[in-house]
């Protein structure tokens, strides 16, 4: 059974996702954060549940996204797992932070482990279905597991909306077809984990959502 402890990390206000079963090994998706509390809280909760981190995975590589990633190889060894065409298409974290106002720059964290649709990331007892989703980015990720109806989202899909695709090679229809294809099609009940906001549920969003 796999558990979900969700964080809102940054000024972004972005979810930060920690998926673990009851072998104590886990999956750290997205990692956001950013100030050394938020640091801290993130591994306070990782040692007091005795868990042990098995991959460090990216729905996709935009700033608010990746901000832990430096804090997450040096506390923990690991390297972030992405798409080839984020790494590809997307500026570097320090220039789009400057696209937000930000000034200075932000470390970047080479990629570990190039993600590919259909390939399986395991961990303890659990598995995770790698699901393409561009359109938001060109190498936008969904991460699903079957068993216990979860599906990790990123900026694909949120509560009543989808991602933006102003910046950085997004495109609206292929965001919308990817999420009507890839998405969609999953189980009725399934839980979708956004990258910002409330979580929401694949019929939820079938009937409710004003852009699909």
């Not at 990790?152 to 509560?159: A, E, H, K, P, Y």
Request: glycine share 8%; charged share 20%; proline share 5%.
């Amino acid at each position: 059974m796999i558990t979900v402890k969700s964080f809102e990390f940054n000024f972004f206000q972005e979810n930060t996702y920690l998926l673990y079963d009851e072998t104590g090994e886990a999956v750290l998706i997205d990692c956001g954060c950013y100030r050394k509390d938020e640091e801290r809280e993130l591994s306070s909760f990782i040692t007091e549940n005795k868990l042990t981190l098995k991959h460090l995975l990216c729905t996709h590589l935009h700033l608010d996204h990746i901000f832990g990633n430096p804090f997450i190889l040096k506390t923990y060894g690991l390297s972030p797992e992405a798409h080839r065409l984020d790494v590809e298409q997307l500026p570097t974290p320090t220039e789009q932070a400057k696209s937000f106002g930000m000034s200075g720059r932000i470390d970047s964290v080479p990629i570990g482990n190039y993600l590919v649709g259909n390939q399986m990331i395991k961990f303890g007892k659990s598995e995770l279905l790698v699901i393409t989703v561009p359109g938001h980015s060109p190498g936008g990720l969904a991460f699903y597991n079957k068993k216990n109806g979860i599906v990790v989202v990123g900026d694909t899909l949120f509560s009543g909306s989808i991602g933006r695709t102003d910046i950085w090679n997004g495109n609206h229809e292929i965001l919308t077809a990817a999420i009507r294809d890839k998405l969609l099609v999953l189980p009725e009940e399934t839980i979708v984990y956004p990258g910002h906001g409330p979580e929401t549920r694949i019929i939820d969003e079938k009937l409710n959502n004003p852009y699909l």
